[in-house]
């Protein structure tokens, strides 16, 4: 199995004959087969040249590069080699016609509050108060069918979004206020969590368009125009509540992470490095968490569902089959 | 429309993998055992001529002493493989080239097998030009095979899900 390689040193890294040669500023040297490497994270200061990225392209490795705030700044992104003509035109066409945008994006907010509803129903079947927010989004989700325009489809996600959020006190098990989700800069620690690894799954979600024919900035439910790899954002909709939200809840609920590991900045809270290491290495093991996927009867892991995810996409746009959103079915 | 030795091989063997493919939809860089077949093309019989192009129609693996020789990972879906070559011979007897004979090594399993073109071979080739034009064609691919073979394919997920 190829694996996600997540680089905190600062030092170089550069091509050696078949392989990635990382050398760290303090002299240690370790190599990475090429054929081990499924895409990169860098964190660090790294130094890099033309040699790397003709191999990277050559094996078709996205690089995601994040600043000392852990902010993701870019990707790189090797040229496509799985263009398909036909699958871009129907992209557009389901964009630009509004019928066909509106169902879309009505089917990634749905997906989501589905997936919202299975998070709520477990913590309420363990005791939490939670019935009236369940009720208020199973609510909000009717409305859903009666909206016209896109932007209305955004404001219902927002609400029932705002709704969740308001549960999370109850759901995690700590005193921590969190009222409502704070973005520049993220106030506390759920925020800044929060941003972190939804901006992660931004991420994952890239390398995972980029193995199919999708074309990463043409969107449904957000604007094409809001980010540069805007498919990625509705993607990411309907898989936050099985892989960053749940991920959240236990790492609070099995006091897995508490104030020590946060460094206060000017006006915000940072991971600590050595703490970011650890729960960076849990959030890739989620990642790789497996399931019998009951369509496909194969194991699969939480990475590839996203990838099925798309292939379910691509079949709705070329008006093969109706995309039916992933519902955590467990 | 330019039909290559690839979409007749496909034509055999899944009419949906051939609509896929020449949307380009494709998966075969996905699949590990796509990988397999590619490093035994580029591994064995290194020293003959490789890679032998007719126009962008086909490419053909090498030719030796008048034959067309064609390597294939296993000898599973040799049906498909069999069309492939005929269609090759077919492209060079329409050249003008004549006794040319076909041959399909599986290095693995030290198998080697004749093909041949004959009369009804021509027929049976034209049929599946004419059919190959006319799948292309559809708006939607055509349906899942729902046969054994799907397991192995790189296309399974992509059709079942």
């Known amino acids: 199995m190829q694996n996600s390689y997540y680089l905190f040193s600062n030092g170089e890294l550069k091509r050696k004959d078949n392989t990635l040669r990382l050398s760290t500023e303090d002299g240690t040297i370790s190599d990475i087969p090429i054929e081990k490497v499924y895409d990169i994270y860098v964190f660090g200061e790294l130094n890099i040249n033309t040699a790397l990225l003709n191999l990277l392209s050559k094996y078709k490795i996205a690089v995601h590069f994040f600043n000392y705030y852990e902010h993701y700044i870019g990707t790189y992104y090797p040229k496509e080699s799985n263009l398909s003509g036909a699958l871009l035109v129907n992209q557009i066409q389901h964009y630009e016609i509004l019928n066909k945008r509106l169902k879309l994006a009505k089917l990634f907010v749905s997906g989501s509050a589905d997936n919202i509803l299975r998070n709520l129903k477990y913590y309420n079947t363990r005791g939490k108060e939670l019935d009236n927010s369940i009720q208020e989004i199973s609510e909000l989700m009717t409305q859903l069918s009666y909206m016209d325009s896109i932007s209305s489809v955004m404001g219902i996600e927002g609400n029932i979004r705002k709704n969740y959020y308001e549960q999370w006190q109850i759901i995690i098990n700590k005193d921590i206020e969190f009222e409502k989700r704070v973005k520049r800069p993220p106030d506390n620690m759920i925020n800044s969590l929060i941003s972190l690894f939804n901006s992660l799954l931004y991420n994952k979600i890239i390398t995972e368009i980029y193995k199919t024919q999708l074309t990463p900035t043409i969107s449904y439910l957000h604007e094409p125009f809001v980010k540069r790899f805007s498919l990625a954002l509705d993607i990411s909709e309907v898989f936050k509540p099985l892989i960053v939200d749940r991920f959240i809840f236990s790492l609070f609920n099995k006091n897995m992470i508490d104030e020590s590991d946060f460094e206060k900045q000017t006006n915000s809270l940072k991971l600590k490095e050595s703490s970011f290491k650890r729960i960076l290495k849990l959030f890739d093991d989620r990642l790789k968490t497996t399931i019998t996927h009951r369509t496909l009867n194969r194991i699969v892991s939480y990475r590839y569902l996203i990838r099925l995810e798309l292939y379910k996409l691509i079949k709705h746009l070329i008006g093969e089959k109706e995309y039916d959103p992933f519902k955590i079915w467990w | ?161």
């Open chain 2, 1 to 161: 429309m330019k039909i290559t030795g690839l979409m007749v091989n496909y034509y055999c063997l899944c009419q949906r993998k051939l609509w896929l493919c020449f949307h380009k939809i494709n998966m075969e860089n996905e699949s590990e055992l796509v990988n397999i077949g590619k490093v035994i093309d580029e591994s064995t019989y290194e020293d003959e001529k490789h890679n032998f192009f007719i126009e962008d129609l086909a490419n053909i693996d090498y030719l030796k002493n008048n034959t067309v020789y064609e390597i294939k990972k296993s000898d599973k879906m040799l049906e498909s493989a069999i069309m492939q070559v005929k269609y090759y011979l077919y492209l060079l007897k329409e050249r003008g080239l004549k006794n040319i004979k076909g041959k399909i090594n599986v290095p693995l399993s030290k198998k080697s097998i004749d093909v041949f073109l004959d009369d009804e071979g021509i027929q049976e080739i034209e049929k599946c030009l004419a059919e190959i034009e006319k799948i292309l064609n559809y708006k939607l691919p055509p349906q899942t095979l729902e046969s054994k073979i799907c397991k192995s394919c790189a296309y399974y997920e992509l059709c079942f899900i």
